[in-house]
C-alpha cells in the first residue's frame, strides 16, 4: 500500500464529519422536502470515498459498523417493511402511516412515519451499493 497523502489525510479528518452530519440531515429531512436517503446516501459515501482514499479500502472496511453488503441487505429490508406495514392496517402497499407528532429541544417538531423508514432503506442501499463497487475496484488494483 502507498502512503497515504497529508493532504489527503488531513481533508479526510476534516470534511468526513461534515459530510456525514449533512448526510443525516438530509435523510431526516428529505421525507418532507427535497433530499432523502439517495442524497444522504451518496454525502456518506463520499465521506467513506475520502478516507478510502486516504488510508485505503481495508481501513474502510475494518472501521465501519457493517460491512458494504450487508448495508445493502439491512437497507433492502427496511424499505421492504416500510411498504408492507400499512398493509397489515388495511391500506395500500407503500401508503404512508404517520406516528404522533411529539417536540424535541433542538429539532423542534419531530415526524415519524414509514417514509423515514424507506428512505433510511435507501439511504443504506446507496451506501452499500457505492462501497461495495468502489472496495471491489480498489482491491482489484
Same mark, same amino acid.
Given at each position: 500500500?502507498?502512503?497515504?497523502? @497529508?493532504?489527503?489525510?488531513?481533508?479526510?479528518?476534516?470534511?468526513?464529519? @461534515?459530510?456525514?452530519?449533512? =448526510?443525516?440531515?438530509?435523510?431526516?429531512?428529505?421525507?418532507?422536502?427535497?433530499?432523502?436517503?439517495?442524497?444522504?446516501?451518496?454525502? $456518506?459515501?463520499? =465521506?467513506?470515498?475520502?478516507?478510502? &482514499?486516504?488510508?485505503?479500502?481495508?481501513?474502510?472496511?475494518?472501521?465501519?459498523?457493517?460491512?458494504?453488503?450487508?448495508?445493502?441487505? @439491512?437497507?433492502?429490508?427496511?424499505? $421492504?417493511?416500510? !411498504?408492507?406495514?400499512?398493509? $397489515?392496517? /388495511?391500506? =395500500?402497499? &407503500?401508503?404512508?402511516?404517520?406516528?404522533?407528532?411529539? =417536540?424535541?429541544?433542538? &429539532? !423542534? %417538531?419531530?415526524?415519524? /412515519?414509514?417514509?423515514?423508514?424507506? %428512505?433510511?432503506?435507501? $439511504?443504506?442501499? @446507496?451506501?452499500?451499493?457505492?462501497?461495495?463497487? &468502489?472496495? %471491489?475496484? #480498489? #482491491?482489484?488494483?
Amino acid at each position: 500500500m502507498k502512503t497515504p497523502s @497529508v493532504i489527503m489525510t488531513l481533508s479526510a479528518k476534516l470534511l468526513c464529519p @461534515v459530510l456525514i452530519t449533512m =448526510a443525516f440531515a438530509f435523510l431526516y429531512r428529505g421525507h418532507n422536502e427535497p433530499g432523502g436517503g439517495f442524497i444522504g446516501g451518496l454525502l $456518506f459515501t463520499a =465521506a467513506m470515498i475520502l478516507k478510502l &482514499l486516504a488510508h485505503g479500502a481495508t481501513y474502510v472496511e475494518k472501521h465501519m459498523w457493517l460491512k458494504p453488503h450487508n448495508f445493502l441487505l @439491512v437497507g433492502i429490508s427496511s424499505a $421492504f417493511v416500510a !411498504g408492507i406495514m400499512p398493509l $397489515f392496517i /388495511g391500506k =395500500a402497499f &407503500l401508503q404512508s402511516l404517520w406516528f404522533p407528532t411529539f =417536540a424535541l429541544p433542538i &429539532l !423542534g %417538531d419531530v415526524h415519524i /412515519g414509514t417514509p423515514l423508514l424507506f %428512505d433510511i432503506g435507501v $439511504f443504506m442501499v @446507496v451506501i452499500g451499493f457505492v462501497l461495495t463497487v &468502489l472496495i %471491489d475496484f #480498489e #482491491e482489484a488494483q
